[in-house]
């Protein structure tokens, strides 16, 4: 597969967080290997773990990887990712940026994928926010995604989606000036969601490349009924952050009641399911309950509630 020497303009961003594995250290050969340069925030909550991160990195990369954090503990995925977007701005070099879990399986063929389609959108003025990666389960069901109609799409490889997860996917930097940054607020969860909606409320299409397959893990499994995925499901405590975001995020992107209403059926239904079948039932409907609440009052930031 050929990649040309436009793909130093890209950029990759990675966030740890106590990392148990040297997966991320495969991952940053990867990138380096494809000419994509490498920025790296430790969120890790204990400073003698980010110092060993930040070793391991400088004696296998030397100089060739931007590595910081700020003090020991968890920022959030939100403040982390949007620390990398504004020191990739502040270089003012590349007109990409990827966003990577620490546990993501780089494939170098997506990459090559998504950089080209990249490419070829913008040499052909197609204006865009986002490109993502197809996400394909362990054993190898992909997840389901939402194409839209209403777009420009070059080639069938190319979907036209209405959401699309921040990791393995390329953003255009120009994006982040236009509609802003990721929501501080909301700390993990509904992040991605949230950005695609402003993405979408700007005219800003986001597009799948199905060529460029990856395989990633949402959640901690998912719920089956005879056999087939219904949908990922995650710790008790997410549910907090899943609820509140969600109604944050509409509230600010002025989502109608009506529509605000009905994810929150959903997502309370959704969560009955995995109350019945994955257990924890009483906790899950506790920050469940939280969340909503938080999120009509407006409420970030870490969640305050254990149960």
């Known amino acids: 597969m050929e990649h040309d020497n436009m793909l130093k303009h890209f950029c990759a961003g990675i966030v740890l967080f106590n990392p148990d594995d ?31 991160n930040k070793r391991k990195i400088e004696l296998k990369f030397g100089n060739n990887v931007v590595f910081f954090s700020k003090q020991a503990g968890n920022v959030g995925l939100s403040l982390a990712f949007n620390l990398i977007v504004k020191a ?58 939402k194409p839209v109609s209403k777009a420009n799409v070059l080639t069938p490889d190319l979907v036209a989606v209405s959401e699309a997860s921040s990791s393995y996917s390329l953003f255009q930097l120009s994006t982040f000036e236009k509609i802003g940054f990721f929501d501080e607020r909301f ?3 509904h ?5 695609s909606t402003r993405c979408l409320q700007n005219n800003l299409p986001i597009y799948i490349n199905t060529k460029a397959k990856f395989t990633h893990n949402i959640g901690v499994g998912d719920v089956k009924l005879f056999g087939y995925h219904l949908f990922p499901f995650a710790d008790d405590y997410r549910h ?13 992107n002025k989502i109608s009641v009506i529509n605000i209403s009905l994810s929150i059926t959903i997502r309370v239904l959704v969560v009955t399911v995995i109350a019945l079948t994955k257990g924890k039932a009483i906790s899950r409907f506790r920050y469940l309950y939280h969340g909503i609440i938080d999120g009509f009052k407006n409420i970030g930031g870490i969640c305050k509630y254990k149960f």
């Open 187 to 189: 700390f993990i969860d």
């Open 22 to 52: 040297e997966t991320f250290i495969i991952s940053i050969q990867e990138l380096i290997g494809l000419g994509i340069g490498v920025y790296v925030f430790d969120n890790s909550t204990d400073e003698q773990l980010i110092q060993k």
């Open 240 to 252: 907090y952050y899943q609820v509140r975001n969600m109604i944050l995020s509409g509230k600010k």
């Open 191 to 195: 992040i991605d969601m949230d950005f």
């Open 88 to 145: 990739v701005l502040k270089e003012d070099i590349y007109k990409g940026i990827f966003l990577f879990d620490q546990d993501t399986f780089i494939n170098k063929d997506a990459l090559v994928y998504l950089m080209n389609s990249f490419n070829n959108l913008q040499k052909e003025n197609v204006n865009f926010g986002i490109l993502a990666g197809y996400p394909i389960r362990k054993d190898g069901i992909p997840y389901r995604i």
